[in-house]
C-alpha cells in the first residue's frame, strides 16, 4: 500500500502540526488527516473523532487499510465531547463551516482555558469563526493559505488566551504584519474585495430600510479591505 495522497488544502493543515504532539482529528470523515501524519513519522498516535458512524467506519478502513489501526483510536461523537481535556496537544477541526467549528469550541467550556491548541480550517464564513475566536477567549496564533484549483483556504493555529481584538476589516481577512510569509494573501485580499464589492452593488440597488444600516457598513469594510490591500502591495515592493 502506498502511502497516502492529501490534497493540497489538507496538506497545508498537515503542514502546521509539530512533531511528537498528541494529535486528535474532529470530523475525521475518512482519516485522511491522522493517517499521513502517521506515515510521515510526524506524531505516533492519534484520536479521530465524527459525529457519524458512517464517516468514522471510513476512517476505521482508511486506516485498516494502511496497517494503522492500533494507533488510531477512534471515537464516534459530537464536537470535543469524545476527547478528555488534556488529552491532546494538537486538535484539528477541519472541513466544515466557521459558525459549526465557533459552536463546537463553544460547547466544551475547557477548550478555552487549557492547553491544547487548535488547528482550524473553516469551508466558509471564516470572518465569523474569526470574530467569535477573539470575543471568546482564544488567541489566534498565525493564519495560513493554501489553494486548491481556484478555491482558496485558511487555517488558523489557535489557543487558549486574549489576543488584541480584531477590527472588522481584520474579522474578514486576518491580521496582517509586514514580512508574514504569505504568497496568496494578495490573491486573498483581491477576491475579499470582490465579494464586499458585489454584496455592496446589491444593497445599493435595494429599497428595504433594513439595507440602509448594511449599505454603510459594507462600504466602510470595502474602504478598510482596500486600504489592507494598498499596505500589503507596499510591503511587497
Ligand atoms: C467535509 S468532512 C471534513 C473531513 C476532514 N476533516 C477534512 O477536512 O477533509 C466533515 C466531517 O465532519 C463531521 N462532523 C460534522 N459536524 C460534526 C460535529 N459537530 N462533531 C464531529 N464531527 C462532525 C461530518 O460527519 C464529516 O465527516
Known amino acids: 500500500m502506498r502511502p497516502i495522497a492529501l490534497s493540497p488544502r ?10 511528537g504532539v498528541r494529535f486528535a482529528d474532529v470530523g475525521t470523515d475518512h482519516a485522511r488527516l491522522p493517517v499521513w501524519l502517521l506515515e510521515q513519522g510526524v506524531i505516533d498516535h492519534a484520536i479521530a473523532t465524527d ?17 494503522l489501526s492500533g494507533r488510531i483510536s477512534f471515537r464516534r461523537g459530537n464536537g470535543l465531547a469524545p476527547l478528555g481535556p488534556e488529552e491532546a496537544d494538537l486538535c484539528a477541526i477541519a472541513g466544515m463551516g466557521g459558525e459549526t467549528i465557533a459552536a463546537i469550541l463553544a460547547a466544551a467550556p ?4 487549557g492547553r ?3 488547528l482550524l480550517q473553516p469551508m466558509t464564513s471564516a470572518q465569523d469563526l ?8 482564544f488567541h489566534i496564533e498565525s493564519e495560513a ?5 481556484e478555491a482558496l483556504y485558511v487555517s488558523l493555529t489557535v489557543s487558549p488566551g486574549s489576543m488584541r481584538p480584531l477590527s472588522p476589516t481584520e474579522e474578514w481577512a486576518g491580521r496582517q504584519f509586514r514580512g508574514m510569509g504569505a504568497p496568496l494573501r494578495g ?11 458585489g454584496a455592496l452593488e446589491g444593497l445599493r440597488r435595494s429599497t428595504r430600510p433594513e439595507d440602509l444600516w448594511r449599505l454603510s457598513e459594507q462600504e466602510a469594510l470595502a474602504q478598510g479591505l482596500e486600504e489592507m490591500k494598498k499596505e500589503w502591495d507596499a510591503w511587497q515592493r
Open 10 to 19: 489538507l496538506l497545508a493543515l498537515a503542514r502546521q502540526v509539530p512533531q
Open 51 to 67: 459525529l457519524r458512524e458512517g464517516p468514522l467506519e471510513q476512517a476505521r478502513e482508511t486506516a485498516r487499510r494502511h496497517g
Open 110 to 113: 475547557w477548550a478555552a482555558k
Open 116 to 118: 491544547t491548541r487548535f
Open 130 to 137: 474569526r470574530g467569535w475566536l477573539w470575543r471568546n477567549g
Open 145 to 149: 493559505l493554501s489553494r486548491e484549483g
Open 187 to 197: 490573491l486573498y485580499l483581491e477576491r475579499l474585495i470582490t465579494r464586499v464589492q
